[in-house]
């Protein structure tokens, strides 16, 4: 079992950038964020194993993951923000390979609120 605690989450008027970090109890191969705004389902935002970054197409050129495996912490770095952006982010990991989903993700954070004013 790896705990996840996220942490960064805040209100940014649009434009601006916030930093999310997400530090697991323990070492895991995948690491990623998610997002779900309210009344929306859960969506992939970024995740990395490895030195592989993903990334979803609408964030792509705003949104940068990293990773500290030294810390196993996690980096979100979110620029150029904007009103839809807005929602719930949850950091996620796992010790699976394959493709990038929320199915195929083990362990889920708390969540951390990014709200976006335009």
């Known amino acids: 079992q790896v705990e996840l605690e996220e942490s960064g989450g805040g209100l940014v008027q649009a434009g601006g950038s916030l930093r999310l970090s997400c530090a697991a109890s323990?070492?895991?191969?995948?690491m990623g964020w998610f997002r779900q705004a309210p009344g929306q389902e859960r969506e992939f935002v970024a995740a990395i194993d490895g030195s592989t970054t993903y990334y979803a197409d609408s964030v792509k050129g705003r949104f940068t993951i990293s990773r500290d495996n030294a810390k196993s912490t996690v980096y979100l770095q979110m620029n150029s923000l904007k009103p839809e952006d807005t929602a719930v982010y949850y950091c996620?990991?796992?010790?699976?390979?394959?493709?990038?989903?929320?199915?195929?993700?083990?362990?889920w954070g708390k969540g951390t609120l990014v709200t976006v004013s335009s």
């Open positions: 996620a990991a796992t010790w699976r390979s394959g493709a990038v989903t929320a199915h195929g993700m083990d362990w």
């Open positions: 323990g070492r895991t191969f995948r």
